[in-house]
Each structure stands twice: as structure tokens, then as C-alpha cells.
């Protein structure tokens, strides 16, 4: 609802002032244009939980390098008599924000197996270590959280990710606060990335929430 929300303001505002600034992200690879599928358009998006939507055209100023993720601040003008076929927006270049060039690209499910939590949101000091085992044949993780076992689904498109509620045993332990912020961070994951043979989690504000480590050896 939100989303929908922001998203009609921010057309509102372009169709009753001449131009918007914008924060938008640009993906690091291309996609087939929708007019003309022997053409190359580059992927972008508003907020990390978006999906991502081809822009039909360039961002004036702006040098893309494909293999890199980028976060930018664009201004978005609107085009009073765009060319046939043609955007209606036009695009600038304000600043970019960062670039994030990306590991050669390799799909989760070249990582299934267990990896454990190197850190963790919340906590300082990981007494124990929950574990995760990835299951890609039946879309299910489970694993120890810290105290007690668990199990829960999940689902996968491009690089976002979102599980399902964990279902855990009732074991009495003496501290669960491990296994509690484990949990809270499971169920914020929007999306992972691969890095240095991390497996990292991050929010949907681009907050990074889980590093784990393979324990596959």
C-alpha cells in the first residue's frame, strides 16, 4: 500500500512540476528491451524490496558498466512530446551514491548445504552459533538456532529472498536472546548476496543482518 502510495506522489509531483530528484538503484546486468527484444535496457528500481523495471532509454551523464550494482540520485523530467515508442521520462544523472561491482554471477543453489552465523544483528558476542541447511529440492531450511532445532521454507527470485515463519522445538534453555535475534532476522531477509564465499542477508533498507559462513568441509 505504501509503495503504491510513494509511487503515486512521486508521478503526481513529475506531472505538476517540470522534474523530481530521485533515489533509484541501477542492476548490474541487462535485460531485453520490452519494444525491441534485439536491444539491451538496464534494470531499475526505487527501493531494494522493488522489482526491477527496464528503463527505455539512458540516464543523461551517466556511464554504465555492466557487472556493477549502482545507487544513484537522478533527476526525473517529463517529456512533453516523447519520440513514438519512447519514454516519456528523461533521466540525469545528480550523483552516484555507490558502485558495488559484483561477484561473477553464481545461483544460491551452487551454496546449498550448512553454514553457520558468523554475525549477527543484535548480538556481540555469539556464544553458539546457529546453523542453517539449505535444501533447494524441497525449499526448505532448517538447522539449530541456539538452542532449539527449527524448519521453515523459503522462496527465491533474482538476489531477493524471504522465509517463512520458523517452526522450532520447545526445549527450556537458559538464554534464548541468540536464538530469538536469529529468528527476527530470518523473517526481515529481502535479500542475500554472495561475498568472499560469505553468504550475507540484508533488510529491505539495505541493512546487512546475517553473515554465514560454509561448514561444508
Do not use: R
Request: charged share 25%.
Amino acid at each position: 500500500m505504501m509503495k503504491n502510495i510513494f509511487s503515486l506522489v512521486s508521478m503526481l509531483l513529475i506531472m505538476n512540476s517540470c522534474s523530481i530528484n530521485k533515489t533509484i538503484y541501477v542492476a548490474d546486468s541487462f535485460a531485453n528491451c520490452e519494444s525491441n527484444e534485439s536491444q539491451k535496457c538496464i534494470k531499475i528500481k526505487e527501493a531494494l524490496e522493488d522489482d526491477w523495471t527496464l528503463l527505455n532509454g539512458n540516464i543523461e551523464g551517466f556511464e554504465y558498466k555492466e557487472g556493477s550494482t549502482y545507487k544513484m540520485e537522478v533527476k526525473v523530467t517529463k517529456i512533453k512530446d516523447p519520440v513514438a515508442g519512447g519514454s516519456n521520462l528523461k533521466y540525469k544523472l545528480i550523483k552516484i551514491i555507490y558502485e558495488e561491482i559484483s561477484e561473477p554471477t553464481q545461483e544460491l543453489s551452487s551454496f546449498k548445504g550448512v553454514w553457520k552465523v558468523s554475525k549477527l544483528t543484535g548480538i556481540d558476542n555469539l556464544s553458539k552459533s546457529p546453523t542453517l541447511i539449505i535444501d533447494f529440492d524441497t525449499k526448505k531450511v532448517s538447522g539449530n538456532a541456539g538452542c532449539n532445532s527449527y524448519g521453515t521454507d523459503f522462496s527465491i527470485e533474482g538476489d531477493h529472498l524471504k522465509f517463512g515463519i520458523p517452526n522450532a522445538t520447545k526445549m527450556m534453555c537458559t538464554n534464548i536472546k541468540i536464538e530469538k535475534a536469529f529468528f527476527s532476522c530470518l523473517q526481515n531477509t529481502s535479500q542475500y548476496k554472495l561475498v568472499d564465499g560469505e553468504l550475507k542477508f540484508y533488510a529491505k533498507d539495505g541493512e546487512e543482518l546475517l553473515n554465514l559462513s560454509s561448514i561444508n568441509k
